[in-house]
T-cell receptor
Framework: KAGVTQTPRYLIKTRGQQVTLSCSPISGHRSVSWYQQTPGQGLQFLFEYFSETQRNKGNFPGRFSGRQFSNSRSEMNVSTLELGDSALYLC??????????????FGPGTRLTVL | DQQVKQNSPSLSVQEGRISILNCDYTNSMFDYFLWYKKYPAEGPTFLISISSIKDKNEDGRFTVFLNKSAKHLSLHIVPSQPGDSAVYFCAASDTGANNLFFGTGTRLTVIP
């Protein structure tokens, strides 16, 4: 069974630009959660999508948004990039909503660098 | 403000001995706790979880203990193996699973 895939793996952008990251969950999984990992703040929950609906959201500004498609693939968008957005962005999938109450599987992450 | 804290950034243990990783939290509304393991260049892997209605949960070599009064949980690995060398994150969820808060991680090195 294929795991969670994230594209691209590495990305370099400049301040003010926007970026879209993609996550394909494990086949049959309907929940996708997004996380940000930085050296200063560690791992932080961004949001969870289930059945194309945002189920909950962490403490991030509105510049961070996402969506989920009918095939459960999810995209995350960050607009007006700031230097502090440089991070490893991880997505995780699980069979049902409430990702972490049910075992969730993480992808390898997308390393975003903002210059 | 860090609501979940792992005060030991690193830990070294001899193969075969017990590894004890600690985690403290500040929010009494947290009711579900998890441990993840992370190897370099890979995403975290779920290890074990515990609900606040329990004080212990065991899965093979891994046992998580929860002390609600002290707002403290620990992960015991017995016996430790070189393949356990990784960064371990504890995480806590508030009632209703609205958010998941992570600690900053402890790097475990198991020495053969």
């Amino acid at each position: 069974k294929a795991g969670v895939t994230q594209t691209p793996r590495y990305l370099i952008k400049t301040r003010g630009q926007q970026v879209t990251l993609s996550c394909s969950p494990i086949s049959g999984h309907r929940s996708v959660s997004w996380y940000q990992q930085t050296p200063g703040q560690g791992l932080q929950f961004l949001f969870e999508y289930f059945s194309e609906t945002q189920r909950n959201k962490g403490n991030f500004p509105g510049r961070f948004s996402g969506r989920q498609f009918s095939n459960s693939r999810s995209e995350m968008n960050v607009s007006t990039l700031e230097l502090g957005d440089s991070a490893l962005y991880l997505c995780a999938s699980s069979l049902v909503a409430g990702g972490w109450y049910n075992e969730q599987f993480f992808g390898p992450g997308t390393r975003l660098t903002v210059l | 403000d860090q609501q979940v804290k792992q005060n030991s950034p690193s830990l070294s243990v001899q193969e075969g001995r017990i590894s004890i990783l600690n985690c403290d939290y500040t929010n009494s509304m947290f009711d579900y706790f998890l441990w993840y393991k992370k190897y370099p260049a890979e995403g975290p892997t779920f290890l074990i979880s515990i609900s606040s209605i329990k004080d212990k949960n065991e899965d093979g070599r891994f046992t998580v203990f929860l002390n609600k009064s002290a707002k403290h949980l620990s992960l015991h690995i017995v016996p430790s193996q070189p393949g356990d060398s990784a960064v371990y994150f504890c995480a806590a969820s508030d009632t209703g699973a609205n958010n998941l808060f992570f600690g900053t991680g402890t790097r475990l090195t198991v020495i053969p």
